[in-house]
C-alpha cells in the first residue's frame, strides 16, 4: 500500500533586516492640476429655459381656460334665452290652437260653418248628400246658441300672465 501523505515544508519566516538603500527611490514630479468642470453658463441658462416654457405655458393654459369659461357662460345665457323663446312659442301655438280662435280665424279667410255635409263612399267613390258653397249660401249661418254654463271660455291663459313663473334662480 502506499502512503498518500503530503509533505508539509517547514514555514519559513522573512529576516526583517536593515533595508538595503541601493534600490533607487522614484523621483516625484509636479503634475498639472487637473481641469476644472468648464463654465456653469450652459447649466444655468438651462435653468432658465426650463423655468421660463413652464410658466409660458402656464400662463396659455391660464388663458384658454378663462376664453372656455366665457365661451360656456355666453352659451348658457343664449339656451336660456332659447328655452324662453321656446316657452313662449309654445304657448302661443297653444293660445292660437284653441277652437275659438281656430274659427276666429276660419271667419276671417271667407270660410263657413257646413250646414249639410257630404260624405264620400270609400267602396264605390260616389258623394253622397248635397253640400252648398260659400258662394251659394247667401246667409252667414251663426253656431248654435250655447248655455253660458256650458261654454269653453276663451283663451286668455297666455295673454296676461299675472305672476312670473321664471328659471328658479332670480332673487338669489
Do not use: W
Amino acid at each position: 500500500m502506499a502512503s498518500t501523505s503530503a509533505v508539509h515544508a517547514p514555514a519559513v519566516r522573512p529576516v526583517r533586516g536593515p533595508r538595503s538603500t541601493s534600490a533607487a527611490r522614484p523621483r516625484l514630479a509636479i503634475v498639472a492640476a487637473p481641469k476644472t468642470a468648464g463654465s456653469s453658463m450652459p447649466f444655468t441658462i438651462l435653468c432658465t429655459l426650463i423655468v421660463t416654457a413652464t410658466l409660458a405655458a402656464l400662463l396659455y393654459m391660464n388663458i384658454q381656460m378663462s376664453d372656455t369659461s366665457y365661451e360656456i357662460t355666453r352659451l348658457q345665457s343664449q339656451s336660456q334665452r332659447l328655452t324662453e323663446e321656446k316657452q313662449a312659442l309654445t304657448e302661443t301655438d297653444e293660445r292660437l290652437g284653441t277652437p275659438q280662435e281656430l274659427e276666429r280665424q276660419a271667419r276671417e279667410l271667407g270660410m263657413v260653418p257646413v250646414t249639410d255635409p257630404a260624405y264620400i263612399d270609400l267602396d264605390t267613390g260616389k258623394i253622397i248628400g248635397e253640400t252648398s258653397s260659400a258662394a251659394q249660401t247667401e246667409v252667414n249661418p251663426e253656431l248654435a246658441p250655447v248655455a253660458p254654463e256650458a261654454a269653453v271660455p276663451p283663451a286668455e291663459i297666455y295673454d296676461k300672465p299675472t305672476t312670473y313663473h321664471g328659471m328658479g334662480n332670480e332673487g338669489v
